[in-house]
Structure formats: C-alpha cells, structure tokens
C-alpha cells in the first residue's frame, strides 16, 4: 500500500511505481492494495503489478472503525486468494496497520517501510496548522497506532540512519531495524532534462529565464515549513532585486502563502506553479541558482541530480547528505534570516554554488546508485522470506 497511483500518473510519475514496486521483477507477482477509487483506472506497464482498491462502505473518514474493518477484511481476502507471501507496508500509518494485522492472522511476514521522524511532522501539522483538540486526539491516535506497527512488524525499512535511530528510539528491536536508502528513477538519476518544458512559463506567468531562480519543490503543508521560507523572500530581494522565487507543489497553505507574499509586496517575484509532471521540475532544476529545502527527502536527491546548489534546514536526516559547504549550505532549523543569508551567498559565489552542486551530484552516483539500492532491498527480501520458510 502506497500513495494514489492516480496521483504518481499526474506528476508523471507511473514508471516510479513499475521500477521501485517490483525491483528487478524479483517478485513473481505483486498485488497492490489501494485506498483511492480513482487508482482503478490507472494501467501500469509493468505487468507482474496488480492493483486492487479497497471500497470503502461509509463516507467517513479512513480511519473510521467500519471502513477500518472493511478495508482489513478486503486485505485479508486479496492475501489468501493470492497466495502472499510477504506484505510490504510502506508507512507506519493506515498501510502499517492493515499490513500487520493481516500478516498476523495469516502468518505471513510483514515488512514497514519508514521515510522520517512522523512525529515531528505531525507536531509541525499540529503547531503551525491551527492546532485543535480534535487535531491533537489524532495526532496521540497515529502515535500509538505508529509504535504499535512499528514493534510488531518482522523488518522495519529505514531511508537513513536518522530514521533507524527514530525508530529504535520508539522502541523497536535494532537488529530488525534495516537501513535502505529512497531509489531515484534511473531518468532522474541522469540528470538530464528537456528546458523547451519551460517555455510555456515565460508568457505566464511571466518567469524570467535569465534570471536567477530560488526553487522550491514539495507539498506546501505546515511539516514542510515552507512557511518559513516566505518570509526569508523579502531579506533576499533586499540584496537581489532580480531573483525571483517559483514553488512547485500544492496544499493546504497554498492560499495563506499567497496572502503572505501579498502581504509582503513580494508577490510580483513568487510564482506558484502548483502540481507539475516530473518534466517540468527536472527542467527547473537544472536552470535554478538555488534550491532551498527547509523540510524534505527525495527531492535533495532531484536537486543532487542536478548539480543544483542546495540550501536545507540542518534538521532530520538532511546533515546524512549535505556537509555545509561541501555538498551544500546547512542552516539552523526554522531560521529564516540565516535562510536568507545562505540562498544570498549561493547567487553571489557562483564557484561555491558550483563547487556544492557538482559534489552533491557525485555523492549522489557514489553512494546512491538506483541499482545497487535495488539489490540491497531484493537481499532484505530474500533474508526475511527465508527466515519465514526456516520457521514453518
């Protein structure tokens, strides 16, 4: 179970599932459980993947215990009808859970795929989302629900060491604790792009090509902290009165960012593209001066991939990957002034920008090679299906 499929389709993002779904076709068969409607529209290429969404018998929300128990007895049936030998459950959400029970009753291994600290994502939603008791109810509610998946689960997939140390920190046995990096999609990893997909952004809304270009690329939601970069915009144009800010991505401060940027007499710089394909942001990445990241993952790989000069809070798992002035700038969480100062010094010492790009693009190919992280994942597969076969 992952994110829509409908969703990867529109950022043109499908052969990432056919790629990272079944690695190498180690699988013979491989059955996704979805809980979007739309995903049963959605035709991947890679054959050896079968989709099936689960109906939800209530509008309420997921986490409702009617559509809880629906979606588990719908699980439960897709694993006997298929003969499933592992369940891979990629968050240590709603996905965790159906995955764990499922794997329990049935005695089928089961495996948690986790990409970060959540708790401090949803304190952030929480914090800087206009907190309410109902939302602190939910937030204890998805901590309990994290530990108890998180416990239970035969393996426990970490994307870095920061997420292995989170995770033994909730108390997960560290020996089943295996750290495997986020895959690139090989086109991605190349590093190439086609910049015609630019040209429709000149006309409107009126991006200036040749001028510099601070790039942000994520959801616009409060765990993002994008919030923080907004107000770092005006103390660049202080200094650079050409650069210019575009934000890809959508969410719900969408529409409190824009009041902000009004509110600020920066508007007339920031554009806000919204959702766009994978080829429209592997263009912005390779003509952007800066990319800043306040709070992230896969998208400081894009960037690397790239040679785009990085500028990211020294916050999670990001210090695994950017060594301040080797592969980046680091800069103190939540700090928007010295946000500023870093994404400044980046468009004035071109040969830093140059130098950080160009080491972070082979760091990338040095230690995050899309095929060698295949294998690693295939060996933690095999590991744990013959530890099951061992016990039966």
């Known amino acids: 179970m992952d994110s829509s499929l409908t969703i990867f389709k529109i950022k043109g993002n499908l052969s990432y599932v056919d790629e990272i779904y079944n690695p190498n076709n180690f699988f013979e068969q491989?059955?996704?459980?979805?809980?979007?409607?739309?995903?049963?529209?959605?035709?991947?290429?890679?054959?050896?993947?079968?989709?099936?969404?689960?109906?939800?018998?209530?509008?309420?929300?997921?986490?409702?215990?009617?559509?809880v128990f629906a979606f588990l007895l719908q699980f439960i049936s897709i694993a006997k009808a298929n003969g499933i030998s592992l369940i891979h459950g990629r968050s240590a959400g709603l996905s965790?859970?159906?995955?764990?029970?499922?794997?329990?009753?049935?005695?089928?291994?089961v495996i948690v795929s986790v990409g970060g600290n959540n708790r401090l994502d949803r304190e952030l939603d929480f914090r800087f989302g206009n907190g309410t008791w109902r939302k602190l109810l939910k937030k204890i509610y998805a901590d309990l629900v994290e530990v108890l998946v998180l416990r239970n689960a035969d393996c426990v997939m970490a994307r870095n060491l920061y997420t292995k140390n989170y995770v033994v920190m909730l108390g997960v046995d560290e020996k089943k604790v295996k750290v495997v990096s986020w895959s690139l999609k090989k086109d991605v990893f190349e590093g190439k792009a086609d910049r015609t997909e630019l040209d429709r952004f000149v006309a409107k809304p009126n991006i200036d090509l040749k001028k510099p270009i601070v790039l942000y690329v994520g959801r616009l939601e409060p765990a993002k902290q994008v919030d923080v970069l907004v107000d770092s915009i005006p103390l660049v144009l202080k200094d650079r009165s050409d650069a210019q800010f575009v934000f890809i991505g959508d969410g719900s401060l969408l529409e409190r960012l824009r009041r902000d940027v009004e509110g600020l007499n920066v508007a007339k710089k920031v554009f806000f593209l919204g959702y766009q394909p994978t080829n429209v942001i592997k263009a912005f990445l390779s003509i952007s001066s800066v990319v800043w990241i306040p709070m992230s993952g896969y998208v400081v790989f894009e960037a690397a991939a790239f040679s785009a000069p990085i500028v990211a809070f020294d916050v999670e798992w990001h210090p695994e990957f950017i060594t301040d002035e080797i592969t980046g700038l680091l800069v103190k969480n939540r700090n928007y002034r010295k946000m500023a100062e870093a994404v400044l010094r980046m468009l004035k010492d071109e040969a830093l920008a140059k130098r950080c790009g160009k080491r972070a693009r082979q760091k990338l190919i040095e230690e995050y090679d899309p095929e060698s992280l295949k294998e690693k994942e295939i060996k933690i597969y095999e590991e744990i299906l013959s530890n099951s076969f061992m016990r039966q």
């Open 30 to 67: 491989v059955h996704h459980a979805s809980l979007f409607r739309e995903d049963s529209k959605v035709s991947l290429s890679n054959k050896t993947i079968k989709v099936h969404v689960l109906k939800r018998p209530v509008r309420k929300p997921m986490w409702h215990p009617a559509n």
């Open 96 to 109: 965790g859970f159906l995955a764990l029970f499922t794997g329990k009753l049935l005695a089928i291994p």
